[in-house]
């Protein structure tokens, strides 16, 4: 059982390009969803999934775009990155979401710079 | 709208000393309420959790209790360890979908 995975772990990409980060989980988990970690901010969420083929904005979506076409997988993709971008981001998952004592598992996270 | 709000780090300790790190909330409603730690390099870890008022969550030695009252969740442990030193985050989550909203985390330090 590996968990919630994210690859990759760093990513260094100029500005304007385009780049999908992946993030996978094998608890056969409905709820899925991605934060970004900034110095003195904590966790912001950006996009989140109840399901397979069912997602929606969090706090933060512009510049980022998800989709889900399976339970396990929810890629994020920076179609045009920004130096205001650059951040760790985290992708979480749990059991329905709908549940208040869920507990939400993360990955490791993924360092992106946007020069 | 919903928020967050911790003490500042760094909190700089020595071994066995007791630890507090304060957490204050402002939601409508009766969010559930949460500690996660994050140790170097690594990603987010459930720590403890309460989900009404009163309870008083625990794991590893460490509690925090749910204070309606002063709308509150502050972290205490009574002995600290190096192994300890982490970025602790309060997060809460209020009615519907698993989205929080976490605090802006408070790095603990422990010195032997």
């Known amino acids: 059982n590996a968990g919630v995975t994210q690859t990759p772990k760093f990513q260094v990409l100029k500005t304007g390009q385009s780049m999908t980060l992946q993030c996978a989980q094998d608890m056969n988990h409905e709820y899925m969803s991605w934060y970004r970690q900034d110095p003195g901010m904590g966790l912001r969420l950006i996009h989140y999934s109840v399901g397979a083929g069912i997602t929606d904005q969090g706090e933060v979506p512009n510049g980022y775009n998800v989709s889900r076409s399976t339970t396990e997988d929810f890629p994020l993709r920076l179609l045009s990155a920004a130096p205001s971008q650059t951040s760790v981001y985290f992708c979480a998952s749990s059991y329905s979401g709908a549940d208040r004592t869920d507990t939400q598992y993360f990955g490791p996270g993924t360092r992106l710079t946007v020069l | 709208g919903d928020s967050v709000t911790q003490m500042e780090g760094p909190v700089t300790l020595s071994e066995e000393a007791f630890l507090t790190i304060n957490c204050t909330y402002t939601a409508t409603g009766y969010p559930s309420l949460f500690w996660y730690v994050q140790y170097p390099g690594e990603g987010l870890q459930l720590l403890l959790k309460?989900?009404?008022?009163?309870d008083k969550g625990s794991n590893k030695g460490f509690e925090a209790t749910y204070r309606k009252e002063t709308t509150s969740f502050h972290l205490e442990k009574g002995s600290v360890q190096v192994s300890d030193s982490a970025v602790y985050f309060c997060?809460?989550?209020?009615?519907?979908?698993?989205?929080?909203?976490f605090g802006a985390g408070t790095r603990l330090a422990v010195h032997p």
């Open positions: 309460a989900t009404k008022a009163d």
């Open positions: 997060a809460l989550r209020r009615g519907g979908y698993n989205k929080l909203i």
